[in-house]
Nanobody, 112 residues
Framework: QVQLVESGGGLVQPGGSLRLSCAAS????????MSWYRQAPGKERELVAS????????TYANSVAGRFTISRDNAKNVVYLQMRSLKPEDAAVYYC?????WGKGTLVTVSS
């Protein structure tokens, strides 16, 4: 069965960086686009970034473009989200997504 396991969240100061990872299993990873979403308390879940199966096409939410980088390693079945210049408004639970499948999320807290 499809499993998506996020890791890498934590507490970081404003302006800091984190790299999230999502380990995927149970499907042919290299054939599918993958996405990162986030949900802050009291807000709807929103798309952060998406990457096609081969990594040749990437999209970002306007709010993170230029600060976040999505990438993938098809040999390791992992998708990453490198986050830089973090802001308090980036604080959320970050989820890995494949179609109707979701990981449990990893919490990112941005605070001094």
């Amino acid at each position: 069965q499809v499993q998506l396991v996020e890791s890498g969240g934590g507490l970081v100061q404003p302006g800091g960086s984190l790299r999230l990872s999502c380990a995927a299993s149970g499907f042919t990873f290299s054939r599918y686009a993958m996405s990162w979403y986030r949900q802050a308390p009291g807000k709807e879940r929103e798309l952060v970034a998406s990457i096609t199966s081969g990594g040749d096409s990437i999209t970002y939410a306007n709010s993170v473009a230029g600060r976040f980088t999505i990438s993938r390693d098809n040999a390791k079945n992992v998708v990453y989200l490198q986050m830089r210049s973090l802001k308090p408004e980036d604080a959320a639970v970050y989820y890995c997504n494949l179609s109707d499948y979701w990981g449990k999320g990893t919490l990112v807290t941005v605070s001094s």
